[in-house]
């Protein structure tokens, strides 16, 4: 049972417009989640985090929203460039042993 | 780039036979994780270690053992390999000082079990 889920596989925006991925949990003890880039043959790289008392953080052209109500979190890339083809994994943590991922999104940004 | 290097990169090994995984950082941060990456699963915990010889198991932990001598050093080991066991291990680490602190990850081993 997947407490952390993408249901996107796959995504595809032209360059210069707006990527919004998506993820969705299901445990109300999360309190923290990230937000990871991931390049083939690479390790996952750490692109954005938000607590769980804020709902919106922004940094430069990727911004986070949370709506705890609806255990519904996004990340948004304004704009879209060729480089941000990658695959996204949402990932949350309550107790920080266990940093719980989603299985991703790859996104595709079209020139 | 935190200042983890996994070895080896890859690995071909053969069914039962016993493989060690190597994580190494040079951040002396307290907090390391096994983790694995598999088609449609994303990343899943094997173990994780808070300290020097301290470690706990996370959620596909039936058939790896860790070991934790040195802050710097958290070695996965495979006693006995299996097919099921092919996947790419990413070692993370944490930094304590700070509660939300995010993981930072390796570049991978990916392993198969032929």
């Known amino acids: 049972d997947q407490q952390v889920k993408q249901n996107s596989p796959s995504l595809s925006v032209q360059e210069g417009r707006i990527s919004i991925l998506n993820c969705d949990y299901t445990?109300?003890?999360?309190?923290?989640f990230l937000w990871y880039k991931k390049y083939p043959a690479e390790g996952p790289t750490f692109l954005i985090s938000?607590?769980?008392?804020?709902d919106k953080n922004e940094d430069g052209r990727f911004t986070v929203f949370l709506n705890k109500s609806a255990k519904h979190l996004s990340l948004h890339i304004v704009p879209s460039q060729p480089g941000d083809s990658a695959v996204y994994f949402c990932?949350?943590?309550?107790?920080?042993?266990?940093?719980?991922f989603g299985p991703g999104t790859r996104l595709s940004v079209l020139p | 780039d935190a200042g983890i290097t996994q070895s080896p990169r890859h690995k071909v090994t053969e069914t039962g036979t016993p493989v060690t995984l190597r994580c190494h950082q040079t951040?002396?941060?307290?907090?390391m994780y096994w983790y694995r990456q598999d088609p449609g699963h994303g990343l899943r915990l094997i173990h994780y270690?808070?300290?020097?010889?301290?470690?706990d198991k996370g959620e596909v932990s039936d058939g790896y053992s860790v070991s934790r001598s040195k802050t710097e050093d958290f070695l996965l080991t495979l006693e006995s390999a299996t097919s099921s066991q092919t996947s790419v291990y990413f070692c993370?680490?944490?930094?304590?000082?700070?509660?939300?602190?995010?993981?930072?990850f390796g570049n991978g081993t990916r392993l198969t079990v032929t």
């Open positions: 993370a680490i944490s930094d304590d000082s700070s509660y939300n602190s995010p993981l930072h």
């Open positions: 270690s808070y300290g020097v010889k301290d470690t």
């Open positions: 445990n109300s003890m999360f309190d923290y």
């Open positions: 990932a949350a943590t309550a107790m920080r042993q266990n940093f719980v």
């Open positions: 938000i607590s769980s008392i804020k």
């Open positions: 951040e002396n941060h307290r907090y």
